[in-house]
């Protein structure tokens, strides 16, 4: 589960010929770089999608930093955090909300109440993103992040995203701020590799 599930190659040129605002896009961009760590591991990449939530990621950073240390080799792992107070936690920096949500996460891991990798392979994204939601803290934009940048799913639009909305808007020249709604409607013709056009998006509001 380390690579993306689709030709880099390929899915940029659809875009390219789906959709002349993309193409000028890409070419003001360049290469498509998303990246997928190697080594897939359930609990760490869930854990640090939960610490860091709502954070610059310069504080979210040290705080999964300090997290990371609570473990031996400052590896992560779920039999170690379901022991853990939600005290122990919250001493690192992690807010209430989200000690209660790793510690629900471990119990799920350890209770193997979660789908595996080699299960998710077999399921589409929306019963994954039902599947995580099931954890305290998990709702559906961290799911979709979970399957873009861990899973490499290739067609993943997370709508809710104010980036991606920001860039939906500048891109297709809309005058107001598209919902969600608006998004998945403007975006649809981008399928099946609107994970692609996403990093794109954002691109425009991070560049």
């Not at 939906?168 to 399928?191: F, G, M, N, R």
Request: glycine fraction near 6%.
């Amino acid at each position: 589960m380390s690579r993306l599930r689709y030709n880099r190659r390929k899915a940029v040129a659809h875009l390219k010929d789906s959709c002349e605002q993309m193409r000028g896009l890409i070419r003001e961009k360049g290469v498509f770089d998303l990246r997928i760590e190697p080594g897939y591991d359930q609990f760490v990449a869930l854990a640090s999608s939960i610490a860091y939530q709502q954070l610059s990621g310069k504080a979210a950073a040290t705080i999964y930093g300090r997290f990371e240390a609570l473990f031996e080799n400052n590896k992560p792992v779920a039999s170690a955090a379901v022991h853990m107070s939600v005290e122990k936690l919250r001493s690192v920096g992690l807010s209430n909300n989200k000690a209660l949500s790793i510690i629900d996460l471990a119990e799920h891991v350890c209770a193997n109440s979660l789908p595996t990798a080699r299960k998710m392979a077999s399921m589409d994204d929306d019963e994954i993103i039902e599947s995580l939601c099931r954890v305290r803290g998990i709702g559906p934009w961290t799911a979709q992040m979970h399957l873009m940048f861990c899973l490499g799913r290739p067609d993943v639009m997370p709508a809710t995203d104010l980036g991606v909305q920001k860039g939906v808007q500048a891109i297709y020249s809309l005058p107001e701020l598209p919902k969600p709604e608006q998004v998945l409607v403007v975006t649809e013709h981008l399928s099946p590799y609107r994970t692609v056009a996403s990093w794109y998006f954002w691109r425009v509001v991070d560049d």
